[in-house]
C-alpha cells in the first residue's frame, strides 16, 4: 500500500520559515519524481516545486529564491524548506510521487498539511 505521509505545517508570521517533510512508503521512491503542490482556499491546486529521481530541481516563480525542494533517498523523504514566507503562500501544501516507465504511469498523492502564514 502506497502512503504518502506529509507533515510539519502549522501557523508561521510573515516573514518566518517553515520545512514540511513528505515520508513515503510502498514506492522506490528513489525512481520517482517529488514535487510539492498547494491549493489556497478558492483557488486551483498548483504546482510550486519539483524534483526528478535524478536531482534536477524547478520551482514556480513565486516561490523562487524563497522555497527549497530536496530529497534523502535513504529515508524516502522529500523536503520543502519554505523561507521568507508571505501570506499569499497560505494553502494546503500537497506531496506527489510520479513515475513513468516503459509506458506505466503511477501518481500518488499525500493528505496534505496546512500552512498559514499571518500577517
Known amino acids: 500500500q502506497v502512503q504518502l505521509v506529509e507533515s510539519g505545517g502549522g501557523l508561521v508570521q510573515a516573514g518566518g520559515s517553515q520545512r514540511l517533510s513528505c515520508a513515503a512508503s510502498?514506492?522506490?521512491?528513489?525512481?520517482?519524481?517529488m514535487s510539492w503542490h498547494r491549493q489556497a482556499p478558492g483557488k486551483r491546486r498548483e504546482l510550486v516545486a519539483v524534483?526528478?529521481?535524478?536531482?534536477?530541481?524547478n520551482y514556480v516563480d513565486s516561490v523562487k529564491g524563497r522555497f527549497t525542494i530536496s530529497r534523502d533517498n535513504a529515508k524516502n523523504t522529500v523536503y520543502l524548506q519554505m523561507n521568507s514566507l508571505k501570506p499569499e503562500d497560505t494553502a494546503v501544501y500537497y506531496c506527489?510521487?510520479?513515475?513513468?516507465?516503459?509506458?506505466?504511469?503511477?501518481?500518488?498523492w499525500g493528505q496534505g498539511t496546512k500552512v498559514t502564514v499571518s500577517s
Open positions: 510502498g514506492i522506490i521512491f528513489r525512481l520517482n519524481d
Open positions: 524534483i526528478t529521481s535524478a536531482g534536477s530541481t
Open positions: 506527489n510521487a510520479y513515475k513513468r516507465f516503459l509506458g506505466v504511469t503511477s501518481d500518488y
